[in-house]
């Protein structure tokens, strides 16, 4: 089953870094949205009250920070 799989980041993020490199070695494609740069990103994570990146949008769901546990759930990569 096809996902919507979306990472709100910043520049210079490390953590987002890590978790984009973690989602290509696992071959999972992904959109990247700069909260920066992406006005409609940036108030998507603030109505959420969500002030920290990188968030791992997986359809519905929302994970804060980089869980690789969380993210294998969601992937099905556990």
């Known amino acids: ?3 919507n799989v979306v990472v709100y980041s910043t520049p210079l993020c490390a953590p987002c ?3 984009k490199q ?3 070695s696992r071959g999972v494609s992904f959109v990247v949205r700069d909260i920066m740069m992406d006005e409609e ?3 998507f994570l603030e109505d959420r009250g969500i002030r920290s ?5 997986v359809d519905d769901a929302l994970v804060v920070g980089f ?4 993210v294998d759930e969601l992937l099905g990569l556990a």
């Open 1 to 3: 089953m096809a996902r």
């Open 17 to 19: 870094e890590h978790l």
């Open 22 to 24: 973690y989602l290509r």
């Open 41 to 43: 990103a940036a108030i």
């Open 53 to 57: 990146t990188p968030v791992l949008a």
């Open 67 to 70: 869980d690789r546990k969380r």
